[in-house]
């Protein structure tokens, strides 16, 4: 099943550190197979306060993103990201392409009556 790394920018600015993140990250994501979904564009808020922009990289395993978050490449240049960008980063796994919203409710109703 896929997992997401999904990074909440919330004060997205570029300087020289940041580009030179951008410019190395794809380096990191390669060999876990990270692949961009979503990179740095403006979104449309719809509920709530989203200040900034989302990144959202597609791993083929929760067990791949983590390795890559962990690996010596990344932890490497993340701090030219996090010095000057406050944001939140999480992994998350995604659901299957036979995923279905009712079977869901069905197994959550079970659960509270």
Do not use: C, K
């Amino acid at each position: 099943m896929p997992a997401f790394a999904l990074a909440h920018l919330r004060t997205p600015q570029l300087n020289e550190d940041v580009l030179t993140y951008i410019e190395r990250i794809q380096a990191t994501l390669d060999p876990y197979q990270g692949l961009f979904r979503v990179h740095g564009t403006d979104v449309e808020v719809l509920e709530g306060d989203w200040p900034g922009t989302v990144v959202i990289v597609e791993f083929p395993d929760v067990e791949a993103a983590r390795a890559w978050y962990a690996s010596a490449a990344y932890q490497e240049i993340l701090p030219l990201r996090t010095r000057h960008i406050e944001g939140s980063t999480i992994i998350v796994d995604g659901v299957g392409p036979d995923y279905d919203a009712t079977r869901t409710a069905a197994r959550l109703r079970a659960q509270v009556g």
